[in-house]
């Protein structure tokens, strides 16, 4: 069977139906679950965090392994309710880095390649690469940000110069070559 339509349209007592029952279910995917409970509009607050209870009893490692695979949901969904501060955010960060060196470790992972960690995500709405997925240790996953957008004309005459850097190389080993 299949659920047939996205979390964050579900009431209150279908989240319970649907975590209870997802055997049952095709196309049950958890990350959507964890999600739809920061986008559900139909929620308010404290349904919010039952459910996040309620799934986290059944779901307890799949939950604890979105701090590697998607931590910003791993986040939000940790935070519902809560008012953070500054120091605050930057112990859960700290926090989801140590556990993610444990997770990887233990799972025997050598790479994050996978979740969120796959694709480039600058932060930039307007930027063309966001969704490209990307290798780790290449520049886009080196540097988290970008320019958002990319000027082509600079990247033209990029090219450019390296086109002439590689004709003026070539011809000076061939005269340094003729000179012999």
């Known amino acids: 069977m ?3 339509k996205q979390f964050n349209s579900l009431g209150f007592e279908d989240y319970f139906f649907y975590i209870d029952n997802y055997k049952k279910y095709s196309d049950f995917n958890t990350l959507g679950l964890y999600r739809s409970l920061s986008e559900n509009e139909k ?3 404290e349904q919010k965090i039952s459910i996040r209870d309620y799934a986290n009893k059944i779901f307890e490692k799949t939950f604890n392994f979105l701090q590697v ?3 910003w949901t791993y986040i939000k969904v940790q935070t519902l309710g809560l008012e953070l501060t500054h120091g605050d955010k930057e112990e ?4 989801i880095f140590i556990n993610q060196e444990k997770i990887l470790r ?3 992972i050598k790479h994050k390649n996978f979740g969120e960690y796959s694709k480039h995500n600058c932060g930039y709405e307007t930027c063309p690469m966001n969704g490209i997925m990307i290798k780790q240790g290449s520049f886009m996953a080196e540097y988290e940000m970008c320019i958002g957008n990319i000027n ?3 990247q033209k005459q990029k090219s450019e ?6 004709k003026s190389e070539s011809q000076i080993i061939n ?3 003729d000179l012999e």
């Open 161 to 166: 110069t390296r086109k002439s850097e590689r």
């Open 175 to 177: 005269n340094e070559l």
């Open 2 to 4: 299949e659920i047939g």
């Open 69 to 71: 695979k998607d931590p």
């Open 43 to 45: 929620l308010n607050l």
């Open 152 to 154: 082509r004309y600079v």
């Open 106 to 108: 233990e799972k025997r």
């Open 92 to 95: 859960m960060w700290r926090k």
